[in-house]
């Protein structure tokens, strides 16, 4: 007997990868469960149910862990199934003992034949997220000595987990509130689990495609001669109406009749046609689909909602989908040769990876890797991307031998903090190029403070793939160029570019453009103008100087061919040269004489024109900075009671949120050591007189009102003020600023070198990051900030003021006192930390901040509370949402799901 339960669409349930590539849905159990569960133990054998309860249970035992089990969810209890298509194949669970504490005894049980699966660490990472969103802070069991393989579980969950010997069992205890130790772990496994997800997609052993008629020009027809012609190493059928063979290959008028397992299905029929065909793939055990014709999410509500269904059928048996509305899959590869696309021209095997959601920006790469000669490794067009996603390809590039670059181009985001931790992850390895979108005005959303006007999307955007390493070229061309030059090429050890040409003005125009990206040309005669009569072993020499000099980083090489020179023989010995020196990042221009890609056997990248290569280089240059930068650590912040401004946010809270008073705000960021200086609340003239004199002289008065944003503008401020009589007689037009009834604040004045912002702000869907700038009134003029999304290490705080235009304002500019950098850092990283654990701060502005030698401190807060709801989890391991929680966020410039 299989144990089965009904499958819904289940909101607070999530598809997951096991360790084989399998689908597993993971969700709460219900009570309509009771009979599956009863079948999945009365199914196991002795030795499980008593590895699993200490003794062989007796059915009344078994009877009362269902109905355990099946208990309502709650702050007590909570349990989670696992479930493979319409079978349950395990359970997980925990039991609070006590209504106050933060720990909870979890049990866990796996059908045997889906053991080493690792399907009982997704179910114990799963139950872990939802003990932690309801205060269980860490999950305890007893195990048996002889139970290894729970053991072992328990130890690759995580890092910090630990195990007690006692009485002749061992007890067992697992963080629920994950750590950086345990990232690798996680993405390990993630990685393991999408090669093995999508091994049938890009290396099947079998391809159908259905709808491959007989006349030339269809979509199913081009498909199968393109997987033909490149050569597919596997079996290839076709499958049509009449069944009658299309360019010499076997064809079926049924995918029913294919000869199973049919690894990959390629769909090229009508939209309402492709459920039927996916359903008949299912009972040929097909294990992958690429849907590409149109008609569903890009075609309104119906279409969306038969995208839906299309996914969760494919979900339910275990097959990944790429599409629907796409152009395609290319997997180079000698051993599999697979062109399961109508792009018009298929590449040679070579070093980049692709992925796009627009069809014409995919062919556009492909045909540029063909004619740059650099190749491509896989090539996936993710039209719709309504299953397969970024995130997936990220995971599986990451360990692809043949993919030493990769070149995304996708225009939505549906776990960003994923894509951030694993795109960071890959560009510590490998190059990651990102096609940065068209900018919408309609993404941007209005922010009630600087912070959160300043981390619009686009700039959140930007942050993310800063953070991230990832290289931003301006557009399509930009792309190709750092492709050329990222792909299989050295990187750059610095910024120095030397310049050797034979064209005095090309060579001008590249040094002009080196400036403006950032690179530096210096050093006598350089760049190095050799005439236009130079002849190749001239030029090979000069370069070979200009390489050894010791004060070169990169090398551009100008050509211009003429009638009077040689312009193919200085191009052969500038290629010797070139191959000669493998670790020297080196790019070419050639104008005139016979068009080339590439130099040498090396293959460095030629460019047409000398402001695209030096381009190129600047982004290679830029990304070696960053790789060579260390990562950081988490800070170790004294001082921080996240315990009790919890407690503040709930009480703020449970009043309605919104923006809080200067007190409630003030008492938040001190438990997290966020000094504010001291104000006194005042609601008449004579209050705010006699405040002034308790503070000393001069003060400020400003508007009490917190809603109140650009107080300066509308009056809310009053500056120097000297005496009781000034504070009274600037009392009324400051109270009137904002709602009267809320007062107005006195603070002593107090100044200092440098008035900077910072913040914090939240999306749901990026998670919160922390702005700083410059201050004041200066903040919307010059708009002059850096961002940084959470978590912090201990080494973003200095980048972030670093990036400041205005940085040399902080270390002593012409002669002034230099600010208190380190204070600096630790106010920003405790800002840091206060996002990342109370992502309730929807919005929180401090300005302006007064920095200078003695330290720094705030002088204005604001602060707004609202309530999250289900956001993304960046450790969570789950596939892209088939029933989303909201509207997939368009991004304003390029991302992954």
Not at 88 to 105: F, H, K, L, Y
Not at 292 to 320: N, T, Y
Not at 732 to 743: F, L
């Amino acid at each position: 007997m299989t144990a089965t339960t009904e499958r819904t669409s289940d909101p607070a349930g999530v598809d997951a990868l096991a360790a084989d590539g399998g689908i597993i849905t993971i969700r709460p159990v219900r009570p309509a469960d009771r009979r599956a569960l009863a079948g999945l133990y009365r199914v196991a054998s002795p030795e499980s149910l008593r590895l699993r309860f200490f003794a062989l249970p007796g059915n009344d035992t078994l009877a009362a862990e269902v109905d355990r089990l099946c208990l309502p969810e709650s702050e007590r209890h909570l349990a989670v199934l696992a479930i493979e298509g319409e079978k349950v194949v395990g359970v997980a669970s925990s039991e609070r003992t006590d209504d106050t504490g933060r720990r909870a005894e979890f049990s866990l049980f796996v059908a045997e034949r889906h053991r080493g699966r690792g399907i009982g660490t997704l179910l114990l990472e799963h139950l872990a997220v939802r003990a932690r969103r309801h205060g269980i802070t860490e999950l305890v069991g007893e195990v048996l000595p002889d139970n290894a393989a729970m053991l072992r579980t328990a130890r690759d969950l995580s890092a910090h987990a630990w195990s007690r010997f006692d009485d002749g069992v061992i007890d067992v205890g697992l963080s629920t509130t994950g750590d950086d130790d345990g990232e690798p772990s996680v993405d390990l496994r993630d990685r393991t689990a999408e090669r093995a997800s999508l091994h049938a997609l890009l290396s099947p052993a079998s391809v159908a495609v259905v709808g491959a008629g007989h006349r030339p020009g269809g979509v199913g027809h081009e498909t199968l001669r393109g997987l033909h012609e490149y050569g597919f190493t596997g079996a290839l059928y076709a499958v049509n109406r009449s069944g009658r063979p299309v360019a010499g290959l076997s064809a079926y008028r049924s995918v029913r009749q294919l000869p199973p397992p049919v690894d990959l299905l390629v769909i090229a029929v009508p939209a309402d046609q492709v459920a039927g065909v996916l359903a008949d793939g299912a009972t040929v055990g097909v294990r992958a689909a690429v849907v590409l014709g149109a008609g569903f999410g890009e075609a309104g509500p119906d279409g969306l909602r038969r995208q839906r269904e299309l996914v969760r059928f494919a979900r339910d048996h275990g097959i990944r989908l790429v599409g629907p509305n796409c152009l395609g899959v290319i997997n180079t590869d000698p051993l599999v040769r697979l062109n399961a696309s109508f792009a018009p021209a298929a590449p040679e095997a070579g070093g980049l990876a692709v992925a796009a959601q627009s069809g014409a920006v995919g062919i556009a790469l492909v045909e540029d890797a063909i004619r740059a000669g650099h190749g491509i490794s896989t090539f996936v067009s993710l039209g719709n991307k309504a299953d397969v996603s970024g995130n997936d390809l990220i995971a599986y590039w990451y360990d692809d031998p043949a993919t030493r670059a990769v070149a995304l181009y996708l225009e939505s985001f549906g776990n960003p903090r994923k894509f951030a931790r694993t795109v960071r992850a890959l560009a510590r390895r490998k190059p990651v190029l990102a096609l940065k979108s068209g900018r919408s005005g309609a993404g941007q959303r209005a922010g009630a403070s600087h912070t959160a006007a300043a981390a619009a999307p686009a700039a959140t955007v930007d942050t993310l793939f800063a953070q991230a390493g990832v290289v931003r070229p301006d557009g399509l061309g930009d792309l190709m160029d750092a492709a050329r030059m990222l792909t299989g090429q050295p990187l750059p050890t610095g910024r120095r570019l030397a310049i050797v040409g034979n064209a005095g003005g090309l060579n001008v125009l590249a040094a002009d453009a080196a400036e403006t990206a950032g690179l530096v040309v210096a050093g006598p005669g350089n760049p190095a103008d050799l005439g236009a009569g130079a002849a190749p072993a001239e030029f090979a020499a000069a370069a070979a100087a200009a390489a050894d000099s010791g004060a070169a980083d990169l090398l551009l090489l100008v050509v211009i061919g003429t009638r009077a020179n040689q312009p193919a023989e200085i191009m052969a010995a500038l290629g010797a040269f070139t191959d000669a020196r493998p670790d020297l990042a080196v790019a070419a221009v050639l104008i005139g004489g016979e068009p080339a890609a590439r130099l040498g056997e090396r293959g460095a990248p030629v460019y047409d024109t000398p402001e695209h290569a030096v381009r190129a280089l600047a982004a290679a240059a830029e990304y070696a900075a960053w790789r060579r930068q260390p990562l950081g650590r988490r800070p170790d912040l004294p001082g921080v009671d996240a315990g009790a401004a919890r407690t503040l946010v709930g009480l703020a809270l449970a009043e309605g949120g919104g923006w809080q008073d200067y007190e409630s705000t003030t008492a938040i960021l001190g438990a997290y050591g966020i000094g504010v200086l001291p104000a006194a609340t005042a609601t008449t003239a004579a209050g705010a007189a006699r405040a002034a004199d308790r503070l000393g002289y001069p003060v400020v008065l400003k508007s009490a009102d917190p809603a109140l944003v650009h107080k300066t503008d509308s009056g809310g401020v009053r500056m120097d003020l000297y005496g009781p009589g000034a504070v009274r007689h600037a009392f009324k037009p400051v109270a009137a600023a904002g709602r009267p009834s809320t007062g107005v604040l006195v603070q002593r004045q107090v100044g200092a070198p440098v008035e900077l912002v910072a913040g914090v702000a939240h999306d749901p869907l990026f998670g919160s990051v922390v702005l700083l700038g410059l201050g004041g009134v200066h903040t919307d003029l010059l708009g002059d900030r850096t961002l940084r999304l959470v978590p912090m290490t201990d080494l973003d705080a200095g980048r972030m003021w670093r990036g400041l235009r205005a940085a040399p304002l902080l270390t002593g500019y012409r002669g002034s006192p230099p600010v208190d950098t380190t204070a600096l850092e630790d106010l920003l990283l405790r800002l840091g930390r206060l996002a990342e654990d109370l992502p309730e701060v929807a919005e929180l502005d401090l300005n302006p901040v007064m920095a200078g030698p003695a330290g720094v401190v705030a002088v204005d807060a604001k602060l707004r509370l609202a309530p999250v709801g289900a956001e993304p989890d960046p450790l969570l391991r789950r596939l892209s949402a088939t029933e989303p929680l909201g509207k997939e966020q368009p991004c304003p410039s390029g991302g992954s799901s």
